[in-house]
């Protein structure tokens, strides 16, 4: 199977990319600068045609259809749009909107777009494409107990839901979309502190997105296989 990793330079999307490398699949990685992309190098060294790396910065739309034509007629079995932001945008009284725009244009917007760009191979795909969207509990209306983080929680609650209408308007092609929550994991995002590592958050997500199906989609998966209120 094929599978479209975006951010895929570090973190969880670089763990994604190696997981799925070790047993035996092939992965279209994107990074904004893969020049500097030094761990996406060696893996490629070690698995050769495995593994495509390509330039994508979904802030950009030019990037962003440079990269669909780059893809030319393959084949995607699995997208998994990874990359996103998270900045703070101030507490109450004090927000940056240009934050919040910032936020909605990666986490949202960019996130839509390249998938639509990307139906074409999506729809190539023999049994049928999964879309898997990168999400966050901070996103779950139902699961906010603290408040303020406007620009992050916003831009995924508005991802929950594009991923909501993917799901539903792809149905009949036998797509599946679906969210899930990667947990607080161990990365430049999620801090030293955080409670589970790359590995473990990314094998836990394999599992789920391996068993997903048409009843998986249009939902919010956490990472260790529960289902998470919008």
Known sequence: MTYLVTGANRGIGLEF???????????????????SAEDLKTLQ?????????FALDIADVASMEDFAKELGDRAIDVLINNAGILERCGALGEIDYEVIERSFQVNTIGTLRLTELLLPALRRAKDGAKIVNLSSKMGSIAE???????????????????TRSLALDLADEGI??????????????????ALID????????????????????????????NTIAW
């Open 17 to 35: 990319t190696r997981e799925l490398l070790k047993r035996g699949e092939s992965v279209v990685a994107t990074a904004r600068n893969p020049e």
């Open 45 to 53: 060294n070690e698995y050769g045609e495995h593994l495509a790396i």
């Open 144 to 162: 906010n107990s603290s408040g303020g983080s406007y620009a992050y929680r916003a831009s995924k609650a508005a991802l929950n839901m594009v």
């Open 176 to 193: 599946i979309a679906f969210v899930v929550h990667p947990g607080w994991v161990q990365t430049r995002m999620g801090g030293p502190n």
């Open 198 to 225: 790359t590995e473990t958050s990314v094998t836990s997500l394999l599992d789920v997105i391996d068993k997903a199906d048409a009843s998986t989609s249009g939902s919010f998966q956490e990472w260790n296989g």
